[in-house]
């Protein structure tokens, strides 16, 4: 009788020690899930929808000063400002299919996690591992965190730089168009017609 009662006991120790343990694999999964959740609502409040259309006017600009501007010197300032606008096209070019990871990556994590919670409750799979996969997940969290920063980061200076420089850039870049379609003009004006 009293062996019986010590397994007893020692079953429901080890039982009660197993469901600490899954209070704290699932806390750990809810921090989890609330960090992707606050990941996903900022790079969507944060889109990057009309980047591709402010990376095209910005092509445009630079297209027209490479085809158009011809100086004598090289004017430093301007020259800052087009190579500014360029970094910014560059960045703009991306930043869509970045927000379109992140996102996917949100989606897949909160999937991944819900398995891992799903085994956790039901005690499915390598038990001994749950541990090493609440880590794994964590991690996999951490990237998609530094992930989401760096597109915050490189989607407010992309964008504050388009808006300092495009108005300037391009009525210069259009004066230049103008011009030359009126040197054009006089060209064509002066060849006589030889028909």
């Known amino acids: 009788m009293k062996t019986i009662f010590f397994f007893l ?3 429901l120790i080890f039982g009660a020690c197993t469901n600490v343990n899954r209070a704290e694999r699932i806390q750990k999964l809810d921090q989890i899930t609330t960090s992707v959740d606050s990941l ?6 944060n889109p990057s929808d009309s980047s591709f259309e402010m990376s095209e006017r910005a092509r445009d600009i630079e297209l027209r000063f490479k085809q158009f501007y011809f100086a004598d010197s090289v004017d430093r300032v301007l020259a800052n400002k087009i190579n500014d606008m360029k970094q910014a096209r560059k960045t703009l070019g991306h930043l869509h299919n970045d927000c379109l990871n992140l996102l996917k990556g949100c989606t897949e994590m909160k999937e991944s996690v819900r ?64 011009t030359y379609e009126k040197k054009k003009k006089r060209a064509n004006k002066l060849i006589p017609n030889t028909k």
Do not use: C, P, W
């Not at 996903?40 to 409040?45: A, C, D, N, Q």
């Open 40 to 45: 996903e609502k900022v790079i969507s409040s």
């Open 115 to 178: 398995l891992l919670r799903y085994d956790i409750e039901n005690a499915d799979g390598d038990r001994k591992k749950y541990d090493e996969y609440i880590i794994h997940e964590q991690s996999k969290m951490n990237m998609l965190t530094r992930m989401g920063s760096n597109y915050i980061t490189e989607r407010e200076k992309a964008y504050t730089t388009y808006d300092l420089l495009f108005d300037e850039l391009n009525t210069f870049s259009m004066d230049l168009l103008e």
């Open 9 to 11: 006991f020692g079953l």
